[in-house]
Nanobody
Framework: QVQLVESGGGSVQAGGSLRLSCAAS??????MGWFRQAPGKEREGVAT???????RFADSVKGRVTIYHDLAKNTLYLQMNSLKPEDTAMYYC????????????????????WGQGTQVTVSS
């Protein structure tokens, strides 16, 4: 079992930055990702990584987002820069229950463990 707790969301103006954090506890997992869901839309993948630091990003955030983990703190981060109003959504941290040799696909159904989410609102 893995427990995930997100933090760091908030309201910013377009062009601003936020860093989301996801504190993990329980079984070790280094196959993780960030997803988001806006009202009325499906959940979509933002970024994923594995224990080796391999990463994968959605096209919509490439160049603006960094995903990384602090293994000592067992915490996953999502640094978001140049935020746009279309980035407004609830952001979820997720972890897989299996090993991943490569950065996982941005497919939410592959992830077994989820946090409660943190809201990001970007105003124009």
């Amino acid at each position: 079992q893995v427990q995930l707790v997100e933090s760091g969301g908030g309201s910013v103006q377009a062009g601003g930055s936020l860093r989301l954090s996801c504190a993990a506890s329980g079984d070790s997992t280094y196959c993780m990702g960030w997803f988001r869901q806006a009202p009325g839309k499906e959940r979509e993948g933002v970024a994923t990584l594995n224990r080796y630091g391999d990463t994968r990003f959605a096209d919509s955030v490439k160049g603006r987002v960094t995903i990384y983990h602090d293994l000592a703190k067992n915490t996953l981060y999502l640094q978001m820069n140049s935020l746009k109003p279309e980035d407004t959504a609830m952001y979820y941290c997720a972890a897989k229950s299996s090993y991943c040799a490569f950065a996982p696909l941005l497919r939410w159904s592959d992830f077994a463990y989820w946090g409660q989410g943190t809201q990001v609102t970007v105003s124009s």
